[in-house]
């Protein structure tokens, strides 16, 4: 069989937002081109009854992978996938979305015309809600997408060229979609090729608190990757404060600059505050704290 992609999806526990998940793929055509790779992120789950609950949804043909460790992140789980991989292509997303009908043949259209070496960012839409969190965070998504910004809820690279940034980067541990955008644009020069109707639709958290919490645990996230890896690729150490700097500008030109109401662009600018906040904690704390308190960031 050619695989031209492998489809690599990691989940902690096997609830009802992931099996919707894995219930719209049952919706998708030309699911013999592809290899899905699912991965639990906890060693503590039971393979096998999730094994026969996906079965029970998908039928046989996929693959199952757990890792070796408790409560491990995202991050980890798609590299593990990645080395297990067999497509030219791999293709990263979360649970946390639903793709759209035509996101796997829009995939394999543009694939099937695509240079080996090359990256593909797809476009995230908000579901149907019109609530204030869900305006908000569409915008944003929105931005990300404009700049051609790597996000793993979205995102298609070259099996091969993944596979040497991981053991030439992170010594084939795993990567962050931060620490992949900051390789393949600043090391590598390559600007991935942005889809606009290779689409996917995320669901977002529904209360403000709900939303704070991970802004916060976002900012710890990116304020440690500035912290412990940017650095690396600086002839003068700055430790994550200068990409903090960096930041503070971007987020506040974000906020001063979105298509929102007034009162969401008050909402916008307290969050962006949150994720800042959390991204000094992030850089100026040790990591020994840090991975305490939010373990599922800092899994390698």
């Given amino acids: 069989m050619n695989i031209i992609c492998s489809i690599i999806i990691p989940f902690r526990v096997l609830n009802d ?19 899905l790779i699912f991965v639990i992120g906890d060693c503590r789950e039971n393979y096998s009854e999730i094994r026969n609950k996906i079965e029970n949804v998908l039928g046989s043909d996929f693959t199952l992978l757990q890792d070796k460790v408790e409560g491990s992140g995202p991050s980890r789980c798609w590299c593990i996938g990645l080395k297990a991989a067999k497509g030219a292509f791999v293709s990263f997303i979360a649970t946390d979305t639903v793709v759209d009908k035509g996101w796997l043949s829009v995939l394999l259209s543009k694939l099937r015309l695509q240079k080996r070496g090359s990256c593909l960012v797809g476009n995230i839409a908000g579901t149907e809600s019109k609530d204030y969190l869900s305006v908000i965070e569409k915008a944003i ?116 600059h979105a298509k929102l109401s007034y009162d969401n662009i008050i909402i916008l600018a307290f969050l962006n505050m949150i994720f800042l906040s959390g991204m000094f904690f992030g850089v100026v704390l040790p990591s020994i704290f840090t991975r305490k308190y939010y373990r599922f960031h800092f899994d390698e």
């Fill in 141 to 256: 998504d929105q931005r990300r997408f404009d700049s051609v910004i790597v996000d793993f809820r979205n995102f298609i690279g070259d099996r091969e060229l993944l596979l040497n940034i991981l053991n030439k980067y992170f010594s084939g541990k795993y990567f962050s979609d931060v620490e992949l955008d900051f390789v393949l644009k600043s090391q590598l020069k390559i600007v991935p090729i942005r889809v606009p109707e290779l689409m996917i639709y995320n669901r977002y958290p529904d209360t403000l608190s709900a939303s704070v919490q991970r802004k916060f645990k976002h900012g710890i996230g990116y304020g440690r990757i500035c912290k412990i890896f940017i650095d690396k690729f600086r002839s003068i150490r700055t430790y994550g404060l200068y990409e903090f700097f960096i930041a503070t500008g971007i987020l506040c030109s974000e906020t001063w």
């Fill in 17 to 35: 937002s992931v099996t919707n998940f894995i219930k719209s793929f049952t919706e998708q055509n030309n699911l013999s081109d592809i290899e």
